[in-house]
């Protein structure tokens, strides 16, 4: 019987592997699952790049993220 190296066989399935993780990330973003997520992520980095502003907002950064 063959040993299968690992790095080999983590190379194989990589393509499969991040296939699988984009379609269902597409899938559960299409459902709504993950849009809080995604609105959570796009959050934070605004309020990081206006990280200056003291008096800044949870409503002033959403309306920052609306328009950029």
Do not use: C, H
Request: cysteine-free; proline content about 1%.
């Amino acid at each position: 019987m063959e040993v299968i190296n690992k790095e080999e066989l983590l190379s194989e399935i990589k393509p499969y592997v991040k296939e699988m993780v984009e379609e269902i990330v597409a899938e559960n973003f299409r459902s709504g699952e993950m849009r809080e997520l995604f609105e959570d992520l796009l959050l934070a980095k605004s309020m990081e790049q206006t990280e200056q502003e003291e008096s800044l907002s949870y409503d002033d950064a959403v309306k920052q993220i609306k328009w950029k």
